[in-house]
């Protein structure tokens, strides 16, 4: 079966701190895609990125970058110099290949950002 | 940007009444999913919908729960008669063909009470 563990269940930082936040996922399967999804105090679940398991290259996208490292079954997300803004539930999310490909979250980390 | 929506965006009831949430996905998408998430847990599967039927669903999803896509724009999910532990967020999302991506609209906030 497949399984999102994110064991930062919450992180308090100052702002301009980096922050990594954790993933360890479990699967079976050879080819499967993990995610990184951001819920802001609003509610939403908004799409960070989406990362293929044959593609180990990290990615950086402004201050946001992700480690993928199959080796440890792991998919961390970095925050650089951070901003209240960031402040947020972050969810990893697992999809399964086959079948209906629906997403299994981890519990998901609460981040937040001190002035 | 094309984004998914959902009515209402909070729904109060009482237990054994019937509710009905309504999302629309983005328009060229064939892949449509409801997910729910109690309050400070996890985001949990429900059931994912492609060609008009269901392809998926959850333990989660039993016998008080259907979905539906009444027309070409709209996607439903019904709780026949709601319980107490209902009570969460529920989350309407879709995907294009290649179901690389779901993207989720802003969730309705159930309550019964």
């Known amino acids: 079966a497949q399984k999102v563990t994110q064991a930062q269940t919450e992180i308090s930082v100052v702002e301009k701190e980096d922050v990594t936040l954790d993933c360890v996922y479990e699967?079976?399967?050879?080819?499967?895609?993990l995610f990184w999804y951001k819920q802001p105090p609003s509610g939403e679940l908004v799409f960070l990125i989406r990362?293929?398991?044959?593609?180990?290259q990290n990615e950086i996208s402004g201050r946001y970058s992700w480690n993928f490292q199959k080796s440890t079954s792991s998919f961390n997300f970095t925050i650089t110099a951070s901003q209240v803004v960031d402040s947020a539930v972050y969810f990893c999310?697992?999809?399964?290949?086959?079948?209906?490909?629906?997403?299994?979250f981890g519990q998901g980390t609460r981040l937040t950002i001190n002035p | 940007e094309p984004e998914v929506t959902q009515t209402p965006s909070h729904q109060v009831t009482q237990m054994g009444q019937e509710v009905i949430l309504r999302c629309v996905p983005i328009?060229?998408?064939?892949?449509f999913y409801w997910y729910r998430q109690i309050l400070g847990q996890k985001v949990e599967f429900l059931v994912s919908?492609?060609?008009?039927?269901?392809?998926?669903k959850s333990e989660i999803f039993d016998d008080q729960f259907s979905v539906e896509r009444p027309d070409g724009s709209n996607f439903t999910l019904k709780i026949r008669s709601t319980k107490l532990e209902d009570s969460a967020m529920y989350f309407c999302?879709?995907?294009?063909?290649?179901?690389?991506?779901?993207?989720f609209g802003p969730g309705t906030r159930l309550l019964v009470l």
């Open positions: 999302a879709s995907s294009d063909g290649s179901r690389e991506t779901q993207y």
């Open positions: 699967t079976r399967d050879t080819t499967y895609y």
């Open positions: 990362r293929n398991s044959f593609d180990e």
């Open positions: 999310a697992l999809r399964e290949p086959q079948g209906a490909q629906k997403l299994v």
């Open positions: 328009s060229n998408h064939l892949y």
């Open positions: 919908f492609y060609n008009n039927e269901i392809s998926e």
